[in-house]
């Protein structure tokens, strides 16, 4: 097999094979005798059919639109391979109607997108903030703050003092539903309410604030647009719900102060001192579970600021099917519908389709960024190394899951997936860290989770894992009429 590239405009190529004439005739011989095997021809016993027998029962074009069809299927990923070619969309194939020929090369040829070599305005080390490593005083503090919030009282405050935005209240409440009816879910003798918690809509907050001890008040809520926790299952009965309130007390919460008898008696430790070293230990056993994955999303992002270029349209697609593959699969995995997560993130439907966009937009600019960075630092990689690869996963037979791997045109992603993992392993390496000590600042370092670039588990993973752009299965012209007429042939037996 012999390729050749001519490069297009827009990113794309135009890949040439050339099939030698001796593997067509025995690809040709060979499909004769598959179809004298699989077909019953009258007066022949099963597998010596003749050629011009099974040419006249077929079709003549039976045998060359099969093996057109298997020539380029089998052979267009391997000659990607070999062209070093990194696809990111299906090949659009030229001379449809060409067939192979016995005694004769084939040739082939197809044009494809392929992934842009962009370049980095910078190529120098990246320059990223992020948590000082250990347990700062303030991280320390703002933990224990926690836990009081955990273990809070609530006290009543003065007759005169009203409710305020995330404040709490105890109130008398009676509901009723646009018929007048009782809503008994949500009518109490007394109820502890916290404003801004969700539990009820925005508009009934907004009511509350300015009431003190004793006041009543009555209003409507509109409940068609809400999604509030205690209202949002009530949006099929019925469209507003009348609230007569009462305010019995205004409260304000009361939070434990950090003493050794607090420490003691409701923590279980010994002291304030040693919640805090249980603490800090805590803290640093995350840091040094997260840091390493913060470190790297940071880098990333630096280096995706640099790209120069448009991000071809068909990579960003790619990355959003497999976002939403991989989202969908763990909402099932997690026995949870769609809408419950969008309610419990507080986000629509919209927000999502935007928020998964932008992801796969930014997974896109960092491998283009990251492949960049590789080209420039003239990486490569060698065809040991990707043995070594398939060796490393720790399957059962690591050559056979390699000649899969070279069979199906996938060696390019294994190649590419260990390019980006020395590229972002150099970047990380290289990278000038300013290290944020306050607990405000460090949280400024907190972004979301970069899509993982290393190619661990390429191998074990298989075609699962890395779905590689295999070309859309292209029939010769007159294999559909050809399969017709076998089927039926099969039939008469």
């Not at 809509?201 to 907004?206: C, N």
């Not at 099932?332 to 992801?359: H, N, P, R, W």
Request: glycine share 6%; charged share 35%.
């Amino acid at each position: 097999m012999e390729t050749k590239v001519e490069a297009l405009k827009d990113n794309q190529v135009k890949l040439t094979v050339t099939i030698d004439a001796k593997e067509i005739d025995d690809r040709i011989k060979k499909t004769y005798k598959d179809f004298a095997y699989k077909y019953n021809f009258p007066g022949f016993r099963r597998g010596k059919a003749p050629r011009p027998v099974i040419d006249n029962a077929l079709g003549a074009e039976a045998v060359p639109a099969t093996v057109t069809d298997a020539v380029l299927n089998e052979t267009y990923p391997l000659a990607v391979d070999e062209a070093l070619l990194y696809p990111v969309s299906q090949p659009q194939f030229e001379n449809d109607s060409t067939m192979v020929e016995g005694g004769k090369p084939f040739t082939y040829s197809a044009t494809v997108t392929v992934k842009p070599e962009l370049e980095l305005s910078s190529y120098e080390p990246v320059d990223i903030e992020l948590p000082a490593e250990g347990a700062t005083d303030d991280e320390i503090a703002e933990q224990i703050d926690q836990l009081r919030e955990h273990y809070y009282s609530f006290e009543d405050a003065a007759a005169s003092a009203k409710i305020e935005e995330g404040g709490y209240a105890e109130l008398s409440m009676t509901a009723t539903d646009a018929e007048g009816e009782t809503l008994e879910t949500l009518t109490t003798e007394s109820r502890l309410y916290g404003l801004g918690v969700g539990l009820f809509p925005e508009a009934f907050d907004a009511e509350l604030i300015g009431l003190k001890k004793g006041q009543k008040k009555g209003f409507d809520i509109d409940i068609t647009k809400d999604s509030s926790m205690m209202t949002s299952s009530l949006a099929d009965k019925t469209d507003k719900i009348h609230f007569e309130i009462e305010v019995l007390a205004v409260k304000k919460q009361i939070l434990p102060e950090v003493t050794d008898e607090w420490a003691k008696d409701t923590l279980g430790f010994e002291g304030v001192d040693d919640l805090k070293a249980r603490i800090a230990e805590s803290i640093e056993k995350q840091k040094a579970d997260v840091l390493p994955g913060m470190k790297e999303n940071a880098c990333l992002n630096v280096l995706a600021e640099r790209l120069e270029g448009e991000v071809p349209e068909s990579m960003v697609e790619a990355n959003e099917a497999d976002l939403l593959k991989s989202f969908f699969q763990q909402l099932q995995s997690q026995g949870m519908s769609f809408d419950v997560y969008l309610m419990q993130q507080g986000i629509t439907a919209d927000q999502f389709k935007e928020d998964v966009k932008k992801q796969s937009s930014d997974i896109a600019k960092q491998d283009l960024a990251l492949d960049a960075w590789a080209r420039h630092a003239k990486m490569e990689v060698t065809d040991q190394e990707l043995t070594d690869e398939f060796v490393k996963s720790g399957v059962e037979d690591p050559a056979a899951l390699e000649a899969e791997w070279r069979a199906n045109g996938q060696m390019h992603m294994l190649r590419q997936g260990i390019l980006r993992t020395r590229a972002v392993t150099e970047i990380m390496d290289t990278a000038n860290v300013t290290e944020l000590t306050g607990a405000k600042d460090e949280k400024k370092a907190e972004k979301k989770p970069a899509k993982k670039t290393a190619a661990k588990k390429a191998a074990t993973d298989g075609a699962e894992a890395e779905e590689k752009k295999a070309p859309a299965k292209k029939k010769a012209p007159a294999k559909k009429a050809a399969e017709k007429k076998a089927d039926a042939e099969e039939a008469k037996e």
